[in-house]
C-alpha cells in the first residue's frame, strides 16, 4: 500500500509551495464527496493530498458590476441558500437543490464539481448556458480565465494541469428578460446521478427568440453545449415545427453511451423528450 | 503507514486519535474513539446512515476525512441524546414507532436535528427533503416524518 501525505494549506501562497516541493502524484481536494470513493475504489491512488476546504477566501458568492463571481470552494447547500442564485441564475439555483442531497451538498463544492468533470456533473448544464468562465491559478504566475465550453475534455479529464487550482467561476448576469429552466431526469430525487439533464435559457423579443443557449448532461463524454440547436431557435419564432426540427438535430448532436443507468438509446429518447418540455415549460413565461 | 495525530471535539469533548490520511471520519468515530452509533451503511453517500453534525452541518462521515476534522466539532446521536436523557426526538420515534431495525435511526435523527436547528417548525415538505439523503428499508416514511414533526414541537416546549 502506498503512503499518502496530507496537508491543508491555509492560503495560495501555501498550496503552490507544497505543490513545488513535493514533486509526488499530488490531488486537490476540498468536499471529498467524489475523491474518498475514488479512493477506496482505487481509481486514483494519489501519493500526496492537498485539502483546499482551509482556503476561507475561496468561499464566497458575489455580484459585481453584473458580473456573479462564485469561489471555487462555495459548498453546493451555500448556493442553495443564496438570495443572488436564486434571484439572478435560478436555473443553477434549481441544479445545486437537485444535486446529491443535503448531506452530500453540505460537503460538496461548485469547484470541485466541475474539477472532477463527470459527464453529468450537475453544475455544468447551468453554468454552460450562462456561458461562465473558469478562473484558475498555478503558481505565481497570472492564473488563466477558461469558457466553460473550452474546459472539460472527457470524462474525469479537463484542461487543468495537474498543479493548477481552479479559483473562481464567474458569469455575466442573465438579462432581466431570459427565461431558463434546468430539468434532470435521474432514477429518485435524492442522490441521483442524472440519466440526462438540461439547462435552457431563452431571451424572447415578442414572438422572436433573440438568444437561446442549451446545454445537456449525461448524453456525451463530457457536459456540452448543442450550438446547432441555439442557432436553430434563434430569429426564429418557436412553433411547434421548429421543435420538431431542434428535437432531431438533438438526436444528431449527442452520443450518449449504455450504462447501468440508461440505454444510449434511451438517452437519445429522453434528450429529445425534455427539451421538447423545457422549452415549452420555458415558453410558458415562467421564470424558473 | 504514516500517521497524524488530530483532535477533534466529540460531543463536547476533546478526543485525539492517530490517523491516516486515507481514513474517513466514519472509521475513526468507529474504531479509535468508540463511536459506534454511527452507523456504516453504504460507505459512499447513498445511504446517510452515518450522518454526523460537522461544525454545524450534517454531513456523511464516511465522506469526509478524518483529517479534515482535526479541530473541529463533531455531534454524533449520542451529543444530541443518550439512554438517560433522551433528546425530545428521540422521544418522539419512540412514541410515533419510527424505529423498525433501528439502523437508519441514528443517521435520521442527526439530518432532523441539524433541520430542527434552523428550522423550528419544519413543513412535511421540509422535512422530506432534509431527510432524503437518509435510507429506510424497512418502514417508509411515514412515522419518521410524523415523529420529527411531533419532535419538533416537543422540542420547543
Known amino acids: ?288 | 503507514m504514516k500517521t497524524y495525530l488530530i483532535e477533534i471535539k466529540l460531543n463536547g469533548e476533546w478526543q485525539k486519535a492517530e490517523v491516516t490520511a486515507k481514513e474517513t471520519l466514519l472509521e475513526v468515530l468507529r474504531n479509535k474513539l468508540g463511536a459506534t452509533e454511527v452507523k456504516n451503511g453504504c460507505g459512499k453517500g447513498d445511504c446517510g446512515s452515518c450522518a454526523v453534525i460537522f461544525n454545524g452541518k450534517a454531513v456523511n462521515s464516511c465522506l469526509t476525512l478524518a483529517l479534515q476534522a482535526n479541530g473541529k466539532e463533531v455531534t454524533t446521536l449520542k451529543g444530541i441524546g443518550t439512554e438517560d436523557r433522551p433528546h425530545p426526538l428521540q422521544k418522539s420515534f419512540v412514541q410515533h414507532g419510527a424505529i423498525q431495525c433501528g439502523f437508519c435511526t441514528a443517521g435520521m435523527i442527526v439530518s432532523a436535528k441539524a433541520l430542527l436547528d434552523r428550522n423550528s417548525k419544519p413543513s412535511r415538505d421540509v422535512i422530506r427533503e432534509a431527510i432524503s439523503g437518509n435510507l429506510c428499508r424497512c418502514t417508509g416514511y411515514k412515522k419518521i416524518i410524523n415523529a420529527i414533526q411531533g419532535g419538533a414541537l416537543e422540542s420547543k416546549l
Do not use: W
Open chain 1, 1 to 288: 500500500m502506498n503512503e499518502i501525505d496530507y496537508i491543508t494549506p491555509k492560503n495560495l501562497e501555501e498550496v503552490f509551495r507544497a505543490v513545488e516541493k513535493k514533486k509526488r502524484k499530488i490531488k486537490f481536494i476540498a468536499g471529498c464527496t467524489n475523491v474518498i470513493p475514488y479512493m477506496r475504489g482505487e481509481a486514483i491512488s494519489p501519493e500526496l493530498l492537498i485539502d483546499l476546504s482551509s482556503l476561507e477566501n475561496l468561499n464566497y458568492i458575489r455580484e459585481e458590476n453584473g458580473i456573479i463571481a462564485i469561489g471555487a470552494l462555495t459548498t453546493i447547500s451555500k448556493l442553495t441558500a443564496s438570495e443572488i442564485i436564486r434571484n439572478q441564475s435560478p436555473i443553477l439555483f434549481s441544479a445545486a437543490s437537485l444535486l446529491g442531497n443535503p448531506l452530500t451538498r453540505n460537503r460538496a463544492t461548485i469547484g470541485g464539481n466541475l474539477a472532477d468533470a463527470s459527464p453529468a456533473a450537475d453544475m455544468a448544464p447551468p453554468l454552460l448556458a450562462l456561458e461562465a468562465f473558469v478562473h484558475t491559478k498555478r503558481g505565481e504566475g497570472e492564473g488563466r480565465e477558461i469558457s466553460l465550453d473550452k474546459f472539460f475534455l472527457g470524462p474525469n479529464k479537463t484542461v487543468l494541469a495537474e498543479d493548477e487550482i481552479i479559483t473562481h467561476i464567474t458569469f455575466s448576469k442573465p438579462k432581466d428578460s431570459a427565461r431558463g429552466i434546468y430539468i434532470k431526469l435521474g432514477f429518485r430525487n435524492s442522490m441521483a446521478i442524472s440519466v440526462v439533464s438540461i439547462a435552457l435559457m431563452i431571451e424572447m423579443e415578442g414572438k422572436v427568440c433573440q438568444k437561446a443557449r442549451v446545454a445537456l448532461g449525461a448524453v456525451s463524454p463530457t457536459p456540452i453545449r448543442v450550438y446547432r440547436l441555439e442557432k436553430n431557435l434563434e430569429g426564429k419564432e418557436i412553433d411547434q415545427e421548429i421543435i420538431q426540427e431542434c428535437s432531431v438535430i438533438l438526436k444528431e448532436e449527442i452520443s450518449p453511451i449504455s450504462d447501468i443507468r440508461a440505454s444510449a438509446e434511451y438517452r437519445k429518447l429522453a434528450t429529445s423528450v425534455l427539451f421538447k418540455r423545457a422549452i415549452q415549460e420555458v415558453l410558458k413565461g415562467e421564470k424558473t
